[in-house]
């Protein structure tokens, strides 16, 4: 066996991820689940919240997509900036405890302004929660095995939905709605303190190499933050992973912040149902489609980076009849049917965005870089998603009461193509810098 060969089994052993790393990231997912289950909660709970404080779906819309949105999206650029320059457990910990109380509040708010103002503080909080641990995520796992470790850890969005909804439900049934908020609050918290107890700050770019030589230096000097923001709306490909992001969680947050309210006013689901049925929909639909991705551009990226636009572009065309079929669907049972196939295929997105921009940018950059990717997919997506829907049901509402929901939905489908298109766009794009390249991924 030559030296060069045994020299770069000698690295792949070295950079293999260890125990710590496995450990980190099991810490990070549960976070990550905590984090999604309490910004999901309002709409999973959408309907005795709407029974005991009187608010419209446009009302529901906006508090659970702009006004989050504008607070977790904008907050994000600073917070990543600073996490940037700083411990990133540390970031991550103060921010779990922030948003973690910001949601005992939303359990004691009476109206609908306290209400807003308390999300509008739980979306605070999260700005400092996702995009720190994509980057620790990133120095404990070495390139090669990141879309894998990323993958496992963006299953956090889908099991907090399903815990949430079994939690959330549960818990409504048995006592109250405030009581969901406040409980999943008082969890928050011990979990911040886990954080600061057993995840360690890893090296900055231990686990990266420049041009397949040395692994870059933790030391070296961060780079500003306007020239990262330059860098990253400049760059095609960036540009257009954050778009077609943006265009596919416009469908997924607008679907996830309403279907427990659809199923229940107009498939005639009970909150008892929704715990069970929907919750194992979520968790193992969303939880599968999100490890899957991941694993498949771990196989097909190192033959083209095409793979991180083309795998996403396939499973929302896939997706599409089969969600046409939910919203038509005259009975729940069936309606659940259908809608397993475009909860399994709509997130074939995530993995491929995160492990693009991970990969793309420098070690000194990756907070700041994924969360501008967060700040662009969630404006859309969070932000405008669920605000447009909830517009369209209130507007066709007194025209059409018993299905005003259901219409809304229908109108997501051109959504859908959009993304399609723009992820074929990324494609493309990947395409011609590979030419340009010579061929090589």
Same mark, same amino acid.
């Given at each position: 066996m030559s030296t060069g060969i045994k020299s770069s089994q000698a690295l792949q052993r070295a950079e293999a991820p260890g125990a710590r790393a496995w450990w980190a990231l099991g810490i990070l997912c549960f976070v990550y689940v905590l984090n999604f289950l309490d910004r999901q909660l309002?709409?999973?709970?959408?309907?005795? =919240?709407? #029974?005991?404080?009187? =608010?419209?779906?446009?009302?529901?819309?906006?508090? +659970? $997509?702009?006004?989050?949105?504008?607070?977790?999206?904008?907050?994000? =650029?600073?917070?990543g900036w600073l996490a940037d320059r700083s411990n990133r457990v540390r970031v991550l910990t103060w921010a779990c405890v922030l948003w973690?109380?910001?949601?005992?509040?939303?359990?004691?708010? +009476?109206?609908?302004?306290?209400?807003?103002?308390?999300?509008?503080?739980?979306?605070?909080?999260?700005? $400092?929660?996702?995009?720190? +641990?994509?980057?620790? =995520?990133? #120095?404990?796992?070495p390139s090669g095995t990141r879309g894998t470790a990323l993958g496992l850890f963006n299953l956090g969005p889908p099991i907090g939905q399903a815990m949430g909804i079994a939690f959330g439900a549960s818990i409504t049934a048995a006592y109250s709605w405030r009581s969901a908020f406040i409980s999943l609050g008082a969890i928050g918290i011990a979990a911040a303190v886990i954080v600061w107890l057993f995840v360690r700050e890893p090296a900055r770019g231990g686990l990266d190499t420049v041009r397949g030589s040395d692994p870059v230096s933790q030391k070296s000097a961060p780079v500003s933050f306007w020239s990262t923001c330059r860098m990253f709306f400049s760059q095609p490909v960036l540009l257009r992973v954050s778009l077609a992001s943006g265009a596919t969680q416009f469908v997924t947050y607008a679907v996830l912040n309403f279907t427990t309210l659809f199923l229940m006013r107009e498939k005639g689901m009970t909150l008892r149902e929704i715990a069970v049925y929907y919750a194992l929909l979520i968790g193992i639909a969303v939880s599968a489609g999100i490890y899957t991705s991941g694993r498949l551009i771990d196989k097909f990226v190192p033959? +083209?980076?095409?793979?991180?636009g083309f795998i996403p572009a396939v499973a929302l065309t896939?997706?599409?009849?089969?969600?046409?079929?939910?919203?038509?669907?005259?009975?729940?049972?069936?309606?659940?049917?259908?809608?397993?196939?475009?909860?399994y295929l709509n997130y074939f997105y995530l993995s491929p965005a995160v492990a693009l921009v991970q990969e793309e940018v420098q070690p000194h950059q990756r907070v700041l870089a994924g969360a501008l990717l967060l700040l662009v997919m969630n404006l859309i997506g969070l932000g405008l998603g669920p605000t447009y829907l909830g517009a369209v049901s209130d507007y066709f509402r007194p025209s059409h009461p018993e299905n005003s929901l259901q219409i809304g939905f229908y109108t997501l489908v051109p959504f859908y193509v959009l993304a399609v298109v723009l992820h074929l766009s990324?494609?493309?794009?990947?395409?011609?810098?590979?030419?340009?390249?010579?061929?090589v991924p």
């Open positions: 309002l709409s999973i709970l959408a309907k005795p =919240i709407q #029974d005991d404080l009187g =608010i419209t779906d446009g009302q529901l819309g906006r508090i +659970s $997509g702009l006004y989050f949105a504008l607070f977790y999206c904008l907050l994000a =650029i600073p917070v973690s109380a910001a949601t005992v509040a939303c359990g004691f708010a +009476s109206t609908y302004p306290q209400l807003a103002i308390a999300r509008m503080w739980v979306g605070v909080g999260e700005a $400092g929660g996702v995009p720190p +641990s994509y980057a620790i =995520i990133s #120095d404990y796992f033959r +083209s980076k095409r793979a991180y896939l997706a599409i009849p089969f969600f046409i079929g939910f919203v038509w669907a005259p009975d729940w049972r069936l309606a659940m049917l259908f809608l397993a196939v475009p909860t990324l494609a493309r794009a990947l395409k011609k810098r590979e030419a340009q390249h010579g061929g």
